[in-house]
């Protein structure tokens, strides 16, 4: 059961970070419908979160329940990727930030959709839902930035520059995920790769981005091992349930 | 909501006169109740009140976002986050609407914005007080909300097709929006003494600004009663006060909080709460960009504006693109 905790724990982290940097956004996106948008894909993730929160406090059994899991753990015990703790940066930046995750995100909830635990199926089916819209918004807008002024085409590739490398990550595995992949309740990432490098490559083609050359990947998110921006972001997202221990908000 | 009664008179003075038959035929629809409709014939004084109520409003929804965007990083629990954002999410939408109500009136968002960034369109005072706390989120949807509601409600029936249609579905947002502020007005208040001291601080900071989100009082505004007649309002601004007042102090007493008026009492023979005055001197200060957050929440928007403008002109440059290339 500790492998599972760990497993929907790593989705439950990445959901719940990369919606709260969406929600940064709001009072500050670059159109009124983006403030709609980016929300709600905000909301979308932190729904996810919550329900894989749940699950996982269920699993441990140890009665932490969804925020004692999102407010009272350490950077250090934080399972996300090391990509969606990255900050907004530019709209450049964020749009990358969610291409490169949903185009992972799709095909990976759509595989654990046929997982043998049947709560991360039940997540998972809702999420692939919700995943889809997210990609084709991200790579909507991409194409718009690398196929539009000299000045969006030349921030989406930087953007792209800057975050390629911590791409690499969504395909790692380890010891907890090959268990859980060999009882049939996990996906094995790199079985989705060759999708997400298909969606990738068809929206830069048409932005007319180019994939950075380095091979280079960025890795320690799942071990807990951050940027140093997770702590920053833990601190602001912490500080209530932090200042005042024991409160019922 | 929102639109605080500053419907300038002096501007409905018409340039042309319009032809009395048509001004009478034009009443006798809105005494019949009959909704006026975008391509339908209205005076011209009409016209220029509804944009500036509707946009108004509509600014007031977006500027809103602001003073709670402020608390969506730091909301206490991953229910609350959800409910703010979801909250937030709705003013954007509703933004959006009025905005789309406004067009039908021949005015562009793109002018109507732009008024809004050079400081030249007003938006409701309420929104240029600072959130200093999370219990400020509870008192923006219990008050801000609830007065928004009462002042709302009655514009469902404002004679103008569109902006009626588009406040019967605002209106049903913001009674969700006020029961949630209430509800966190609620768990603070029966929470530790320090929640509870963080409620009663937010009450004491938004009750008198949330009183004059209804405008000045009917002996001092400068509002005409065109607008009661042409059925674009329905109430005077010191009645939906009063109603507002009515609804809320025995909210209130029931959170056991202490509203920040010594004078407030219940006038048994009227049915009515009486509270004390308003210092009209801080409405005033307010609404010439003197409040606490005037500056801060319009640079904020310029800001949001300004960082944004590569991306506009990228969408239109694809968009460009696009249709040249369709042509081909």
């Not at chain 1, 799709?106 to 049947?118: E, T, V, Y």
């Amino acid at each position: 059961m500790a492998l599972l905790f760990d497993y929907a724990l790593r989705q439950a982290d990445s959901a719940l970070i990369l919606g709260h940097r969406l929600s940064e956004w709001i009072g500050h996106a670059p159109l009124l419908e983006e403030e709609l948008a980016l929300g709600n894909i905000a909301l979308d993730l932190i729904g996810e979160a919550r329900a894989l929160y749940a699950h996982a406090g269920t699993v441990e059994g140890k009665g932490r329940d969804e925020d004692a899991l999102a407010y009272r753990r350490d950077a250090g015990a934080f399972r996300n990727l090391l990509l969606v703790e990255q900050p907004n940066g530019d709209f450049a930046v964020t749009i990358i930030r969610q291409l490169l995750y949903s185009a992972f995100a799709h095909p990976f909830w759509r595989a654990l959709g046929q997982s043998r635990d049947a709560t991360l199926a039940a997540i998972a089916a809702k999420a692939e839902k919700e995943a889809a819209y997210h990609l084709r918004h991200a790579g909507e807008w991409l194409i718009r930035l690398g196929d539009g002024t000299a000045e969006s085409h030349r921030r989406a590739q930087a953007a792209l520059d800057e975050l390629w490398p911590y791409s690499g990550e969504l395909f790692e595995t380890d010891a907890v995920e090959l268990a859980l992949i060999a009882e049939g309740v996990a996906v094995d990432p790199a079985t989705l790769r060759p999708e997400w490098e298909r969606t990738v490559a068809a929206v830069l083609a048409e932005a007319t981005l180019a994939a950075p050359a380095g091979e280079w990947m960025q890795s320690g998110g799942r071990s807990g091992r951050h940027s140093e921006h997770l702590g920053h972001l833990l601190a602001t997202m912490q500080f209530l349930q932090r200042a005042y221990p024991g409160a019922v908000w | 909501m929102y639109t605080q009664g500053l419907l300038h008179a002096k501007d409905d003075d018409r340039a042309a006169p319009e032809p009395a038959d048509r001004l009478a035929r034009f009443q006798a629809r809105i005494d019949a109740e009959e909704k006026i409709e975008p391509n339908d014939w209205m005076p011209e004084a009409y016209r220029r009140t509804l944009v500036r109520m509707i946009s108004q409003h509509a600014h007031s929804e977006i500027v809103g976002m602001l003073p709670e965007g402020n608390w969506l990083t730091r909301a206490p629990s991953l229910r609350r986050k959800a409910a703010l954002l979801a909250k937030v999410q709705d003013e954007g939408g509703h933004g959006l609407y009025l905005y789309a109500a406004a067009e039908t009136l021949g005015v562009s968002r793109e002018e109507l914005m732009e008024q809004l960034l050079l400081g030249k369109a007003k938006y409701s005072s309420i929104f240029n007080y600072p959130t200093l706390s999370w219990a400020d989120i509870g008192a923006i949807g219990w008050l801000v909300d609830g007065a928004a509601i009462m002042n709302q409600i009655p514009l469902c029936r404002c004679s103008y097709g569109p902006y009626a249609r588009a406040m019967i579905r605002i209106c049903k947002e913001e009674s969700f929006h006020q029961r949630q502020g209430f509800e966190i007005m609620l768990t603070l208040a029966r929470g530790t003494s320090e929640q509870k001291a963080m409620a009663q601080d937010a009450l004491d900071r938004w009750w008198w600004p949330s009183l004059m989100m209804f405008g000045p009082s009917d002996t001092q505004s400068q509002h005409s009663d065109a607008s009661l007649r042409w059925k674009i309002k329905r109430f005077s601004n010191d009645e939906l006060r009063q109603k507002f007042v009515d609804a809320t102090v025995p909210q209130g007493r029931f959170l056991g909080l202490a509203f920040p008026d010594a004078d407030l009492r219940y006038d048994e023979a009227a049915g009515h709460w009486r509270f004390g005055a308003i210092d009209w001197a801080e409405f005033r200060a307010v609404l010439a960009g003197n409040g606490p957050c005037n500056r801060q929440r319009l640079a904020q928007r310029s800001a949001a504006d300004e960082r944004g403008r590569w991306v506009r002109a990228a969408a239109t440059a694809h968009a460009e693109k696009r249709r040249a290339r369709a042509a081909e």
